[in-house]
Nanobody, 125 residues
Framework: VQLQASGGGLVQAGASLRLSCAASAVSGRTFSMYVMGWFRQAQGKEREFVAT????????TYADSVNGRFTISRDNAKNTMYLQMNTLKPDDTAIYYCAASPNYGSRSTSGYPYWGQGTLVTVSS
């Protein structure tokens, strides 16, 4: 699967932003066959888990740092995943990456074989 993240930008603390991840399936595998996830990487730090959503969207898991502020969702008919980010903080500043996996439950980058190019989110104080 090929992934393209978009929607990043510069916002003030407390604002909201919605990221999108458009998927193009290859080798006969459809978007709904993949678990999807969001990760982020701040400058000088390792890439970290943000959220993941199951194949049909019925199950989601969040990092503690974003739980209650961010919402992951997907529209399998549109081959697209979303990350609604509310009450943004300066600590949320990072490049956000979408990723795909055949298996649900991993919070590790190694659990996701497929990655998009990333979109930059900058939150000013």
């Amino acid at each position: 699967v090929q992934l393209q993240a978009s929607g990043g930008g510069l916002v003030q603390a407390g604002a909201s932003l919605r990221l999108s991840c458009a998927a193009s399936a290859v080798s006969g595998r459809t978007f709904s066959m993949y678990v999807m996830g969001w990760f982020r990487q701040a400058q000088g730090k390792e890439r970290e888990f943000v959220a993941t959503i199951s194949w049909s969207g019925t199950s989601t898991t969040y990092a503690d740092s974003v739980n209650g502020r961010f919402t992951i969702s997907r529209d399998n008919a549109k081959n697209t995943m979303y990350l609604q980010m509310n009450t943004l903080k300066p600590d949320d500043t990072a490049i956000y990456y979408c990723a795909a996996s055949p298996n649900y439950g991993s919070r590790s980058t190694s659990g996701y074989p497929y990655w998009g190019q990333g979109t930059l989110v900058t939150v000013s104080s």
